[in-house]
């Protein structure tokens, strides 16, 4: 596990946002595994203004996102549909039949699960997949459990996660309960992974993920196992960590 140091949130995102286009110059055909959260966001802006420039080219990339909400539909503007193509999807060059997320809209839960898995493997598996972490260590929207989650599938959203997330809908109310996810064995079977993280509130929990035993209960954890990961973190967030590092 690579820790890469970073003074701020734009330093994170732009040294992420190099070890991604790195990845599509090295390999144009690449399988990305992409995430959503205010923690990619800056990376998605610093790729957009490189595509611009014309130093990266996203026309021969697929793309798999890491969940979305179960029930939303993509147009919902709180639909992680919607804020992919907001925030990344809209000004690059991805080709359109080659995104992927998982359908909020089919409810039949089991039924996409397998849609979504079955995709990623014809697809060849991710080259890369950016990830952030909740502040109780989840990632993608795998909560803290009494396991090590598999393939994709649909969990009911803890109580903190819904309260983080409220932000962005008009009350908790809205937030919706349920989230399909990509497993996590989904994510462990990435070649490689970038986890960004910024911000002194979860400055506890990148000490408790990277440098503490590996259990279900801080999802993050596993990331300890695999053999290509990059945590890219602030000052703030690795503000806990001083004597570990
Ligand atoms: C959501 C997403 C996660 C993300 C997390 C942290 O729950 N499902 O993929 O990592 O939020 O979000 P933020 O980056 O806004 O702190």
Redesign the pocket.
């Known amino acids: 596990m690579k820790i890469i140091r970073a003074k701020d949130y734009n330093d994170m995102s732009r040294k992420a946002a190099n070890i991604i286009s790195a990845q599509v110059i090295l390999k144009p055909d690449s399988v990305l595994g992409l995430?959503?959260?205010?923690?990619?966001i800056g990376i998605y802006e610093q790729l957009i203004k490189w595509y611009n420039k014309g130093d990266v080219d996203f026309g021969g990339c697929t793309t798999f996102n890491?969940?979305e909400y179960r029930g939303l539909t993509p147009d919902h503007d709180q639909s992680y549909h919607y804020f992919m193509h907001k925030n990344f999807f809209d000004a690059v060059n991805v080709p359109a039949e080659r995104i992927n997320l998982p359908d909020g809209a089919q409810l039949d839960a089991e039924r996409e699960c397998k849609r979504y898995d079955a995709a990623i493997k014809a697809a060849g598996g991710i080259d890369l997949q950016l990830?952030?972490?909740?502040?109780n260590g989840?990632?993608?929207?795998n909560e803290p459990d009494e396991y090590f989650s598999k393939g994709t599938h649909c969990v009911n959203l803890t109580e903190s996660?819904i309260e983080?997330?409220k932000r962005f809908f008009a009350s908790a109310d809205d937030v919706p309960r349920q989230?399909y996810?990509m497993g996590v064995q989904t994510i462990m079977l990435a070649r490689r992974i970038v986890l960004v993280v910024s911000g002194e509130n979860?400055a506890e929990t990148v000490r408790e993920a990277f440098f503490g035993p590996v259990t279900p209960q801080v999802p993050a954890s596993i990331l300890q196992l695999h053999t290509d990961v990059s945590i890219v973190a602030d000052e703030a967030a690795l503000s806990k960590c001083g004597d570990l590092l």
């Open positions: 995430a959503t959260g205010s923690s990619p890491l969940d990830l952030g972490m909740g502040l989840h990632i993608g929207f996660t983080a997330n989230a996810t979860k």
